[in-house]
Each structure stands twice: as structure tokens, then as C-alpha cells.
């Protein structure tokens, strides 16, 4: 049973090493966050607007990974010289020895969420190695409900890794898993081959770790969305509106 809250709720979006991988996932999941009526914030302080600028430019431009790195360094730096706040959080970034790491990412989201939590109620949806993070510091923070699409169980260019999951079985903030069971990074196996905490959820989709797929199955996956989403507070529609994403580039 969810505990009573006067906070109103905020998704915050946690997603993959590869944003461009994502471009229309993340369409379909902030389209979906916006219908429902919720507050959303991402990793980054300014990543709407990123995203924003993204997601524009992207339509008409397939941008290199060189040059999106320094649009993004450049929005940053701009947005900083005005923000003092925002200026400490990039040189704390820059000066993290870890930066790159998963730990140096996980400090970074348990301050962000510290930040969030002092006015929303915390919910998180996450994509592939953001679920990771959620679930290594969720417990230490107040998090109300995690929701990860496509968690990365096993790398397949890599070996067995198990600081991967080997803390699952210990993760006790609800969870909800939402699985391809075609997903390369672990399918249909993965309920008979991890140990999961009696608070997580496995919801297998017949989909891949993109998550490519029709309107119907988008219908199921947000339909298990809504069913943790605090109904009070969310508005409920009969259906989900999938609007087409190819014009966008997905590499």
C-alpha cells in the first residue's frame, strides 16, 4: 500500500548512455508524460530544453555526435553564466574524477532527486543503464515508484557482469520492470534467471530492448504504466494517442 502524499507527482526521466538511440522513444514517453498531465524533470538541470532543441533539430538534420556534444556543452555554458546554481552543478560535474562512471552518475541523480523531492512526490521512469542508476541508489532516496523500460541485464558484447544485477534481490523500492522478451540485454529468461525483491515487478512486452513497436502493445505498456501512477492526481484517457515519430532520426 503507497503511503499519503500532499506532494504533487513529477516523473523524472533517467535514460541511456546513447540518447540517440532513443530519439523516438523518448517522443512517445514525454507525448504520454504530457497527456497525463505530470510534472517532468530529466538528469539534467536544463535537459528539457536540450531535449527540446534536440528533438527540433533533429527533425529536419542528422546531427554528428561531435556536433551534438558541443551544442549541448554550449547550451550549458550559456545557461550557466545566468544561473549560479546551475554554474556549481557544471563544476561539480567537471571536476568528478568519476563523470563518466556509473557511481559518479548515480551521485549526481541522488542529488538531483534530493533537489525534486523537497516539492514532488518522486516517481522515475527509466531506459536500459538509467534503470541501473535508479535502482542502486533509489532505496537511499525518496523515491516513490521506479519504472525502467528495457533494464540492461547483460551487456551482449560483454561477459557476465553481475554488478548488474546482483543487488536486485536488495532493491526494495517498488519497481516495476518493463521487458522485451526479445531484448537483447536479457528476454524472456530473465525471470528464471535473476532473483528479484518481492517489491519488483517483471512485465515482459513482445518487443526488443527499442522498444519498436505498435500502437496496441504502446497501449498495454502504458496501460502497466498507469496502473502505479497515483490516480488522484493523473488524468485518465480512454486511450493512448501514438503519434508517428519517422520523421525522426533513429540510429
Not at 532513443?22 to 504530457?34: E, G, M, R
Request: with cysteine; aromatic share 12%; hydrophobic share 35%.
Amino acid at each position: 500500500m503507497h503511503r499519503t502524499s500532499t506532494k504533487p507527482p513529477l516523473i523524472l526521466l533517467l535514460g541511456r548512455d546513447d540518447w540517440q538511440k532513443d530519439i523516438n522513444l523518448n517522443y512517445i514517453l514525454v507525448h504520454y508524460i504530457q497527456k497525463k498531465g505530470i510534472a517532468i524533470a530529466w538528469e539534467d538541470p536544463i535537459g528539457g530544453a536540450i531535449w527540446g532543441m534536440r528533438h527540433t533539430l533533429n527533425r529536419f538534420f542528422n546531427i554528428s555526435e561531435f556536433w551534438d556534444k558541443l551544442m549541448v556543452r554550449g547550451v550549458q555554458l550559456l545557461f550557466a553564466t545566468v544561473n549560479w546554481r546551475y554554474c556549481q552543478h557544471l563544476f561539480r560535474q567537471f571536476n568528478d574524477n568519476q563523470h563518466h562512471t556509473i557511481d559518479g552518475r548515480c551521485r549526481r541523480v541522488a542529488s538531483r532527486i534530493k533537489f525534486l523531492s523537497k516539492k514532488y512526490e518522486v516517481y522515475i521512469i527509466s531506459r536500459s543503464s538509467g534503470g541501473r542508476v535508479a535502482s542502486l541508489i533509489a532505496d537511499n532516496a525518496d523515491v516513490k515508484y521506479m519504472i525502467c523500460l528495457g533494464y540492461p541485464f547483460q551487456n551482449p558484447e560483454n561477459g557476465k557482469e553481475p554488478e548488474r544485477y546482483e543487488h536486485l534481490p536488495d532493491v526494495h523500492t517498488p519497481f516495476l520492470i518493463i521487458q522485451g522478451k526479445k531484448d537483447e540485454y536479457g528476454g524472456s529468461e530473465i525471470l528464471e534467471k535473476y532473483i528479484f525483491n518481492p517489491n519488483t515487478t517483471v512485465f515482459l512486452v513482445d518487443t526488443d530492448h527499442g522498444f519498436n513497436m505498435q500502437k496496441p502493445q504502446w497501449q498495454q505498456l502504458f496501460d502497466k504504466i498507469e496502473e502505479v501512477l497515483p490516480k488522484s492526481q493523473v488524468k485518465t484517457l480512454s486511450s493512448f494517442d501514438l503519434i508517428p515519430t519517422t520523421s525522426f532520426v533513429s540510429n
